[in-house]
C-alpha cells in the first residue's frame, strides 16, 4: 500500500470553497480506486494549512490514477474551478507506506 500526504497552503477566506472542493476530491478519488482518509482543515493553530491522505494498493495504481485523473471531465472541472478561484495557493506531496501491527 501507498498512502499520498497532501500539505496545502490555503487562503484561509475561502476555506467553505476548499472545503467543496476536498468534499468533492473524496468521492473522485474513490471512484478512481483508492482509499480516501479524509482532508483535516484548520481548526487550532495555522488557519491556512490542511492536510488529506488518500492509498492505493501500490504505486503502479496511483500512476494509473494520476492518468485516469487527467482526463476525468470531474477531475478536470474541480482542478479548474481551484485554478480559478485560487483558494489552493500551493501543496506538497509526499508518499508514505504504512507500519501495521505484525
Known sequence: MITCHVRYLI???QLPAFE??????????????GQHHGYFLPAEGANNVAYCL????????????RR???TDPQ???AV????RLRFIL????????PLLEA
Do not use: H, K, M, N
Not at 80 to 83: E, H, I, K, L, P
Not at 90 to 97: A, G, H, K, N
Open 20 to 33: 467543496e472542493y476536498g468534499r468533492l476530491w473524496i468521492g473522485l478519488v474513490q471512484r478512481l480506486g
Open 68 to 70: 485516469q485523473a487527467e
Open 90 to 97: 500551493s501543496y506538497e506531496r509526499s508518499f508514505l507506506r
Open 75 to 77: 477531475c478536470i472541472a
Open 54 to 65: 488518500f492509498s492505493f494498493p501500490g504505486l503502479a495504481e496511483y500512476e494509473q490514477y
Open 11 to 13: 487562503d484561509p477566506y
Open 80 to 83: 479548474a474551478r481551484a485554478t
